[in-house]
């Protein structure tokens, strides 16, 4: 029960700052695409919302195993 209590104020900064993260990396992608340097990339909303949900589970793990290292 202790886990839940101290995620519960860090929830949405860090939710909002690993959405900017994935946000960050799949504009940066969308841009090269347009000036030609990479050809196979592209924009996608799936793949926002799968890096952002990564992102948090990686979070909570790292929350999670914390005390143990």
Known sequence: MGVSYELAPLFC????LLFLFSLTIECSQLLSAWWGSIYSRNFDMTNLITNTIGELIGYFIFIILRPTL
């Open 13 to 16: 900064p860090i939710f909002f």
